[in-house]
C-alpha cells in the first residue's frame, strides 16, 4: 500500500496556506479575500482532471496516436450552503491530431474505470477520514486528541445523503 503524504502550514495573518507534497513540490492555497492561490474546493476538478490525462496520454502514445497537442477542462458544480458537495464534476479532453476517435474513447473509459485513483476515490466515497489534533503549548508540552467522524458522510449537515 502507498501512503501520500504533505504538510500546510498557516502562512501570515489570513488563509493563506502553503501545502507541501512528500514529493517536496508546493503550492499555495487561500481564500477570496487574500486571493493569492488556489481555493481548495478548486483542487477537487483539477486533481481529478490532472489523474485521469496522465492516463489518457500516457495510453494514446502507448497505442502509438499521432497526438501532437492535449488540454483538459475541468469544472465542478456544488451545492449551495455547507458543506458545499460536489454533485457533479465534468472533464473535457481536447486531443489534438490524426488520433482514432475510438482510441480516445478506449482511453478516457480506461482511465476513468481502472487507472485514475483521483477520479475513483472522488466518486466511490469509499475514503474514510480520520482527524487528529496535536496542541503545542507555549510551555513547550504538548497534547494530542483524535475527533471521531466514522464512515462516509457521517460528518456532513443535516439533509446531506449520499450518492
Known sequence: MATKTGTITLDG?????VAKA?????????????????????????????????????????KQQPLTGYAIEASGEQREGHPSLFT??????????????AAIRRAIELSATKYCSVGATVGSGIAAIHHHYRLRRPDGSEEAGEV???GPYAHAAPGVQPG
Request: hydrophobic share 45%.
Open 88 to 101: 457533479r464534476i465534468d472533464i473535457t479532453h481536447v486531443v489534438s491530431g490524426d488520433v482514432d476517435p
Open 22 to 62: 512528500g514529493s517536496g513540490h508546493e503550492i499555495v492555497m487561500d481564500d477570496g479575500i487574500g486571493d493569492t492561490g488556489l481555493r481548495p474546493a478548486e483542487l477537487i476538478p483539477i486533481a481529478v482532471a490532472g489523474c485521469t490525462a496522465m492516463d489518457v496520454v500516457s495510453i494514446l502514445r502507448k
Open 148 to 150: 471521531v467522524v466514522e
Open 13 to 17: 495573518d489570513g488563509l493563506r496556506l
